[in-house]
């Protein structure tokens, strides 16, 4: 995509007050900035990286870039470049917004790292399968909950059934019987 920004308008510029000189600062920053977009456009699933550099013995500088997921790993890897393009690295922070991707610096820790640690590759999950026993276990459980729910649904609808043929039937019989015991009957003839 030569020149072409993967990125449009709005985009989102802040910078730490704070100024520094930027000679060996600004070649450290670049450098953790530019590990950390490599490190996120080959992430597979996250498309998203944290550093943290020592800079001096009392300075550590720390690093975070993150991508949409969609991005393909060369537009995340460009658009991150992009970002990096647009810090002044003469302040001891910044941050870059773009609506494909977020770079920002500090000379302070602004993630939680044990929130952001980099776990062990897991391997896919597969189900285990169980011991028999506890199969027997599970079936014997689930029967001994869904036999009587289920005794108890019917015979819940026995009973509705069996209250409303009654109440018909009640009804039927009396209004037969208001019908047969009407001595008032008059015939009209003309």
Same mark, same amino acid.
């Given at each position: 995509?030569?020149?072409?920004? #993967?990125?449009?308008? %709005?985009?989102?510029? #802040? ?20 590990? /950390?977009?490599?490190? +996120? ?30 991005? /393909?790993?060369? !537009? ?15 302040? *001891? !922070?910044?941050?870059?917004?773009? %609506? ?18 980099? @776990? /062990?590759? /897991?391997? @896919? *999950?597969?189900?285990? @399968?169980?011991? @028999? ?11 001994? #909950? ?10 819940? *609808? ?17 209004? +037969? +019987? ?11 003839? +003309?």
């Amino acid at each position: 995509m030569d020149g072409i920004r #993967t990125w449009s308008t %709005p985009t989102i510029i #802040t910078w730490n007050n704070q100024s520094v000189r930027p000679d060996r600062f600004k070649d450290a920053m670049f450098s953790l900035m530019n590990k /950390s977009s490599m490190e +996120a456009a080959d992430s597979k699933e996250k498309r998203f990286a944290v550093n943290k550099s020592r800079f001096t013995l009392s300075q550590t500088l720390y690093a975070f870039v993150q991508c949409i997921p969609d991005l /393909s790993p060369e !537009g995340c890897l460009n658009c991150l470049q992009q970002s990096m393009m647009e810090f002044n690295f003469s302040r *001891v !922070g910044g941050r870059v917004v773009f %609506p494909s991707c977020n770079s920002r610096y500090e000379i302070y820790p602004f993630y939680n790292e044990s929130l952001v640690a980099t @776990p /062990s590759p /897991s391997l @896919p *999950v597969t189900a285990t @399968p169980s011991p @028999p026993g506890k199969v027997k276990n599970s079936l014997v459980i689930i029967l001994a #909950t869904c036999v009587p729910v289920s005794v108890f649904v019917l015979f819940l *609808v026995a009973v509705s059934s069996y209250q409303v043929t009654k109440k018909v039937k009640k009804t039927d019989n009396t209004t +037969a +019987a208001d019908d047969g015991n009407n001595s008032n009957n008059y015939v009209c003839t +003309a």
